[in-house]
């Protein structure tokens, strides 16, 4: 799968920062992943953040899960000996991939996501699209487009057109554009943290 360059689509929604245990950086939340210790000391990755007990926060990236976990930094952050999977970052990448393609969905649902180079255009000519999701492996006249009137709204290229079409029960779609709305919010951060498993460090 192409993975190319990170786009910033990290938005603070709550003004509530938390530390990385792997950088040490405080950042807002939105731009993280929280991790509990599950009953058999098993590292859980606590994506929706409801799950009870001491948590740990670490930046949505493949390389900083990576770092905490070479480090012992889990363990250390959760008073308690935990087990790590060897699979961590896959298992997550695939959970955030899930939550992405749900946010969509219901984003769809509610009348504020469009697919189609079409229907992507005149959502861009609106002036009210705040992200443009163009398919990782779409061909790149169509993407460069569309591109061009994109202005503020950020361009994530974070899905293939097969994981992009699950979210409009389509066998496979390639531009896509989201406005404002309900589900704006969550559909940005999830496609946020899942940019940072698919993007090179």
Do not use: Y
């Not at 008073?79 to 790590?84: N, W």
């Not at 990448?93 to 255009?121: D, P, Q, W």
């Amino acid at each position: 799968m192409p993975r190319g360059g990170r786009d910033k689509i990290l938005e603070r929604t709550d003004g509530t920062d938390r530390r990385c245990i792997a950088t040490g950086e405080s950042q807002p939340r939105n731009g993280l992943i929280r991790f509990v210790a599950g009953p058999d000391g098993v590292l859980v990755p606590d994506l929706a953040e409801k799950l009870p007990g001491r948590g740990v926060w670490v930046s949505a990236t493949a390389d900083a899960v990576m770092l905490a976990a070479s480090k012992g930094l889990f363990s250390r952050g959760l008073k308690q000996k935990i087990e790590v999977s060897p699979v961590l970052v896959d298992s997550i990448e695939g959970l955030l991939l899930k939550r992405l393609v749900n946010a969509m969905s219901m984003a769809r649902k509610s009348g504020i996501a469009v697919c189609g180079f079409e229907r992507t255009k005149e959502a861009l000519w609106s002036g009210k699209t705040r992200l443009l999701f163009a398919a990782a492996d779409g061909a790149e006249d169509g993407k460069s487009k569309l591109r061009g009137l994109a202005e503020s709204a950020r361009i994530v290229s974070v899905l293939t057109s097969v994981e992009l079409g699950l979210a409009f029960g389509r066998d496979f779609v390639i531009h896509a554009a989201l406005l404002n709305g309900g589900a704006t919010s969550r559909t940005i951060r999830e496609a946020r943290r899942l940019e940072g498993f698919r993007s090179l460090a």
